[in-house]
Structure formats: C-alpha cells, structure tokens
C-alpha cells in the first residue's frame, strides 16, 4: 500500500504562490500517476491537476490551467503543484492522489494523502 505525505500548504495573500510537495512510500509504483484534487468546505471534490509517472502525460483542472504546474521527480518519489497568482477561490484542503492513469476522476485512485491546507487571503 502505498502512502502519501502532503507538505507545503499554508496562508497566502492572493497573487501569491506556495508549492505543494507529496512524497510516496511504502510501495512506491513506478508506473501510473500522481496528481491533485481539492475539496473547499461545503463544495464537492475538485480535480487540480495529475500526470503520469512513466510518460509527459499531464492534466489540469479548468480552473487553475495556466497558474499551477505538476511535476515530479522520480529519483525522489515526489511530485509538486507548484501554485502562482493564487485566488481566494483556490482555499481548500489538496489531497495528494496516487493510481494508474493521470485521470480527472477521483474514482480512478487508489491512493489518498491526509490533505494540507491552502488559505488565499483576499
């Protein structure tokens, strides 16, 4: 079974950015995907962004094309979101997510982090 450690969350003023960092272990797949999902009190889960760990497969979220990058580094079993021009909007817990295909269903993920959080203070 693989585990899923977030790091990086914290408060922000909007137009800012932070880093969000999963580390896996304990298992670690060398093929599949890693990505992000978001839940804001009282919303429903959100899809941010995945890709695969095998190829340069990658997916955003509408919502945050264009301000946040995934990426990863294999070597370190760990893979980022790097978030910029932050929004209030964008407060939420972000789960680290782990499966076989970089997808932007939460269905298709085994794998589940803790959750950090992200506040982006307006």
């Known amino acids: 079974q693989v585990q899923l450690v977030e790091t990086g969350g914290g408060l922000v003023q909007a137009g800012g950015s932070l880093r969000l960092s999963c580390a896996a272990s304990?298992?670690?797949?060398?093929?599949?995907?890693m990505g992000w999902f978001r839940q804001a009190p009282g919303k429903e889960r959100e899809f941010v962004a995945a890709?695969?760990?095998?190829?340069?497969?990658?997916h955003y979220g509408d919502s945050v094309k264009g301000r946040f990058t995934i990426s990863r580094d294999n070597a370190k079993n760990t893979v980022y979101l790097q978030m910029d021009n932050l929004k209030p909007e964008d407060t939420a817990v972000y789960y680290c997510?782990?499966?076989?295909?970089?997808?932007?269903?939460?269905?298709?993920?085994?794998?589940w982090g803790q959750g950090t959080q992200v506040t982006v203070s307006s």
């Open positions: 304990g298992g670690t797949p060398s093929s599949g995907a």
């Open positions: 890709l695969s760990l095998r190829v340069i497969v990658k």
């Open positions: 997510v782990g499966g076989a295909e970089p997808g932007s269903n939460p269905g298709s993920y085994n794998s």
